[in-house]
């Protein structure tokens, strides 16, 4: 994407561009070199917003010390009166006194307005840097860093920002991927209803049940994908709904082979399952329909990636304060430069020949997460995979 300049900035000669929102990273981040702000210190963007803020700082510095140094001669006039009065001097004396006092009162302020002086810079410089920064995200710019200088607070302050704009930058790009994806997927199915149904009005086509049941079939990938989204979004927020309970993870790998098995006959696959341990090792506090969905997700995956003649195995196993459940293939595997993204939105669906929704190991994820467990994937191609769930026997 060309630089196009939106608007010139007084006193530079480059266009100013908001790249987070031009939908294309940074020409830094893409050649690799360090950010302007690394090179130059300061984002041209917000030095104004920084000079503001340490202006306001200093007259603040400036008003504290103006009012003790009001107070200190005040009360060394009062001292040095009463100390005349007492001793019976004159003007002088008096004055002398007052001076001298002055001089002995304000030596320590000086020193420490000088001490302060130095940590103005260290302080109001970094927190600026800070403070400009968080309005230039707010402002919609995520593009932002802070320069980590100052105390070692300040350096953590700053590293701390970065990681926020970061994984607020990360965020909202998967968010535009995400609903580029959504809109990919919803665009095939609406197309074939509409064809469909403009076919069927324009006499182009009769209105058989062959044609109602294909524009249905339609009309049901449209309603399943709405749904995934929504258990995937649910999920993620952490507000997914959940039936907390004992289960026995034996009894529900079986009703998961029941349930798969005429679709396993009919592509000629053996489906069997294995358990290793006993019914009390093999038992743990979960949601059991979500997770008969995480496991059903994974068989038919299974399924659609493994031939006639070949076998499907669930298997759990008792592990150190927990259990693992895995669904093996002996399918077409993974390559191993995919393997790392089998997990993403819509990455089965591209990789499969457009079969489900493409949301399902993303959904499993995002499950495992909520019951506290973990998932991951282990592929050899042309011999299988095998993918593998690790869940705690107590929440």
Request: with cysteine; proline share 6%.
């Given at each position: 994407?060309?630089?196009?300049?939106?608007?010139?900035?007084r006193g530079?000669?480059?266009?100013?561009?908001n790249?987070?929102?031009?939908?294309?990273p940074?020409p830094?981040?893409?050649?690799?070199?360090?950010?302007?702000?690394m090179r130059?210190?300061?984002p041209?963007s917000?030095r104004?917003g920084r000079?503001r803020?340490r202006?306001?700082?200093f007259?603040?510095?400036?008003?504290v010390?103006g009012i003790?140094?009001l107070?200190l001669?005040a009360?060394m006039?009062?001292?040095?009166w009463?100390?005349?009065?007492?001793?019976?001097?004159g003007?002088q004396?008096?004055?002398?006194?007052?001076?001298?006092?002055c001089?002995?009162?304000l030596a320590?302020?000086?020193?420490?307005?000088v001490?302060?002086s130095?940590?103005?810079?260290?302080?109001?410089a970094p927190?600026?840097?800070?403070m400009s920064a968080?309005d230039a995200?707010?402002e919609g710019?995520l593009?932002?860093r802070?320069v980590e200088?100052?105390?070692p607070e300040?350096?953590?302050?700053a590293?701390s920002?970065n990681r926020?704009a970061e994984?607020?930058?990360?965020?909202?790009?998967?968010?535009?991927?995400l609903m580029?994806d959504?809109?990919h997927?919803?665009?095939?199915p609406?197309?074939i209803i509409?064809?469909?149904?403009?076919?069927?009005?324009?006499?182009?086509?009769a209105?058989?049940?062959?044609h109602?049941?294909?524009?249905l079939?339609e009309?049901r990938?449209?309603?399943?994908?709405v749904?995934d989204?929504?258990t995937l979004?649910?999920?993620?927020?952490?507000?997914?709904?959940?039936?907390w309970?004992?289960v026995?993870?034996?009894?529900?790998?079986?009703d998961?082979a029941?349930s798969?098995?005429?679709q396993?006959?009919?592509?000629?696959i053996t489906?069997?399952?294995?358990s290793q341990?006993?019914?009390d090792?093999?038992?743990?506090t979960?949601?059991?329909g979500?997770?008969d969905?995480?496991?059903?997700?994974?068989?038919?995956?299974?399924?659609r990636h493994t031939?006639?003649g070949?076998?499907?195995t669930?298997?759990?196993?008792a592990?150190?304060?927990?259990?693992?459940?895995?669904?093996s293939?002996?399918?077409?595997g993974?390559p191993?430069d995919?393997?790392p993204h089998i997990?993403?939105?819509?990455?089965?669906?591209g990789n499969?020949?457009?079969?489900?929704?493409?949301?399902g190991?993303?959904?499993a994820?995002s499950?495992?997460a909520?019951?506290g467990g973990?998932i991951?994937?282990e592929?050899?191609v042309?011999?299988?995979?095998?993918?593998?769930v690790t869940l705690p026997?107590?929440?």
């Amino acid at each position: 994407m060309d630089e196009t300049p939106h608007s010139r900035p007084r006193g530079t000669g480059r266009p100013h561009v908001n790249w987070a929102h031009s939908g294309q990273p940074p020409p830094w981040m893409r050649e690799g070199a360090p950010p302007p702000w690394m090179r130059e210190g300061i984002p041209p963007s917000w030095r104004r917003g920084r000079r503001r803020v340490r202006r306001a700082l200093f007259w603040r510095f400036v008003a504290v010390f103006g009012i003790i140094a009001l107070l200190l001669a005040a009360g060394m006039a009062l001292l040095a009166w009463l100390f005349t009065r007492w001793t019976g001097g004159g003007q002088q004396v008096a004055a002398m006194v007052w001076i001298g006092g002055c001089g002995l009162a304000l030596a320590l302020p000086i020193l420490a307005a000088v001490m302060a002086s130095r940590a103005f810079r260290g302080i109001a410089a970094p927190l600026a840097d800070v403070m400009s920064a968080a309005d230039a995200v707010a402002e919609g710019d995520l593009s932002v860093r802070v320069v980590e200088r100052g105390s070692p607070e300040f350096r953590q302050l700053a590293r701390s920002f970065n990681r926020m704009a970061e994984r607020l930058q990360q965020s909202d790009q998967q968010r535009r991927t995400l609903m580029a994806d959504v809109a990919h997927e919803l665009r095939t199915p609406l197309h074939i209803i509409q064809g469909n149904l403009e076919g069927v009005v324009d006499g182009v086509y009769a209105p058989t049940p062959e044609h109602i049941e294909a524009t249905l079939d339609e009309t049901r990938l449209l309603a399943r994908l709405v749904e995934d989204l929504r258990t995937l979004s649910l999920a993620e927020a952490g507000q997914l709904p959940m039936r907390w309970e004992q289960v026995d993870v034996t009894e529900l790998l079986h009703d998961v082979a029941t349930s798969f098995s005429g679709q396993a006959e009919a592509a000629g696959i053996t489906l069997r399952v294995e358990s290793q341990g006993t019914p009390d090792e093999l038992s743990l506090t979960a949601d059991y329909g979500r997770l008969d969905q995480v496991m059903g997700n994974l068989v038919a995956n299974a399924l659609r990636h493994t031939s006639a003649g070949g076998t499907i195995t669930l298997r759990c196993q008792a592990v150190d304060d927990g259990v693992t459940l895995s669904v093996s293939d002996t399918g077409q595997g993974i390559p191993p430069d995919e393997l790392p993204h089998i997990f993403d939105r819509f990455w089965s669906r591209g990789n499969a020949g457009g079969a489900g929704s493409g949301l399902g190991l993303a959904i499993a994820r995002s499950i495992v997460a909520v019951h506290g467990g973990s998932i991951h994937a282990e592929s050899t191609v042309g011999l299988g995979t095998t993918i593998r769930v690790t869940l705690p026997v107590k929440r």
